[in-house]
């Protein structure tokens, strides 16, 4: 490795279990440790829900909304990186789709980045391929621009990768670059280490001598189960088979609309449950939100009251350099709210809304 400088951003995603007592607690969904996304959109959210309001002459509420502003945050990470990589005239690339559907999402970002006087670029994995190279200090040039950090804001599906893009992908990887996130924070961030993380002792393990914060996130652990192939794995697998509502099957996959639950999480388990087929997925304890009631104002969709249930994402942003935490913190939150009968998919896959906390 050519580069000391990690920049990680995640987004760690939570829903408001209700449990069999009763008592809401935040269980963590999952967190995301590449292209974490929305940070710039709903850095606009309070805004507009705080106009909207004052238009219904709720200005009280409206004060009371969460001042909220990821995408400064997570510039001024990038922008940690980008100093601590050295060179003024190096730019920030940003790692973008083949169809850039989230684009106003990304230039939130970029243009924190603009103001503070780093250049950026956006380029897409093929034209890294056909115009990108290293140097013999393995420094990244794109078009002939020396890059400092590169964000990816693509690459988290396998149809991202065909042989020319893992081939950009290497370069990137082996370049001074600093990336967000470099490969091994990326694998960090699957279903199976989510899994592997909640075992007992292993938090205990990762923090030694901080029992409580251990304690503390541990109590947003929802039941997670391996399926290797022995004895626990058949265990949790029967039982699921029996029971498939307790449970979503989650595969090592990003993006929403890849989990399976009820009947089809039962006949999915049923066929690959003798082969090491199962060990691609892991279960989950499924998390029961209270539902509540709301507006979702979508596109070519009628306005109608409907029951709701709300994720919240808190945005992280760290800047590592060997072993020296340079930068570790909380940049602002996200809350996507959705119709109920949407087991999966998030505002991306067209289901779930942008939406913003109202603390009561
Ligand atoms: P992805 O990486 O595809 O976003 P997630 O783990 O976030 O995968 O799951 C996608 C969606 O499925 C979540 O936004 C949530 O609505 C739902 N989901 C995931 N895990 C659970 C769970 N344990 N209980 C209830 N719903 C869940
Ligand atoms: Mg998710």
């Not at 967190?31 to 309001?53: D, E, K, M, P, Y």
């Not at 929802?222 to 029967?238: F, N, P, V």
């Not at 969709?301 to 340079?326: D, T």
Request: proline share 4%; with cysteine; hydrophobic share 40%.
């Amino acid at each position: 490795l050519c580069q000391s400088v990690f920049l990680g951003i995640n987004r760690s995603d939570y829903m408001f279990d209700c449990g069999l007592d009763g008592a809401p607690a935040l269980k963590q969904i999952e967190i995301n440790t590449i292209a974490a996304s929305f940070g710039g959109l709903t850095s606009r959210t309070a805004a507009v829900h705080g106009r909207v309001l004052k238009v219904l002459g709720r200005s009280e509420e409206a004060s009371r909304l969460l001042p909220n502003n990821p995408a400064r945050g997570l510039a001024l990470g990038i922008a940690r990186a980008w100093e601590l990589y050295g060179s003024q005239k190096a730019v920030v690339m940003f790692l973008v789709e083949e169809v850039q559907r989230n684009i106003f999402d990304q230039r939130c970002v970029e243009n924190e980045l603009w103001s503070r006087d780093i250049r950026v670029i956006r380029r897409r994995f093929r034209e890294v391929f056909e115009r990108g190279c290293l140097d013999a200090a393995r420094r990244l040039y794109v078009d002939g621009q020396e890059v400092a950090v590169v964000y990816y804001r693509e690459g988290y599906v396998p149809k991202n990768y065909d042989q020319q893009n893992w081939e950009a992908r290497l370069l990137l990887e082996r370049s001074r670059a600093v990336k967000c996130p470099d490969i091994a924070t990326q694998l960090a961030g699957t279903k199976k280490v989510q899994q592997e993380l909640s075992r007992p002792g292993t938090l205990e393990r990762l923090l030694p001598g901080c029992a409580q914060a251990a304690a503390r996130i541990r109590a947003t652990f929802a039941g997670l189960y391996s399926l290797d192939m022995g004895e626990e794995g058949d265990r949790i697998a029967a039982v699921a088979i029996a029971e498939p509502d307790r449970f979503v099957l989650k595969p090592q996959r990003e993006g929403g609309g890849n989990n399976l639950y009820g009947e089809e999480l039962r006949q999915v388990l049923e066929k690959v449950k003798d082969s090491p087929e199962r060990t691609s997925y892991i279960l989950m304890d499924k998390i029961k939100p209270q539902p509540s009631m709301n507006y979702l104002l979508r596109a070519h969709s009628p306005l109608q009251v409907s029951e709701c249930i709300s994720e919240l994402g808190i945005f992280g942003v760290y800047v590592r350099q060997g072993k020296e935490m340079v930068m570790n913190e909380a940049a602002g939150h996200l809350l996507r709210t959705k119709a109920i009968e949407h087991a999966d998919g998030g505002v991306a896959a067209g289901v779930a809304v942008l939406d913003t906390p109202y603390l009561v």
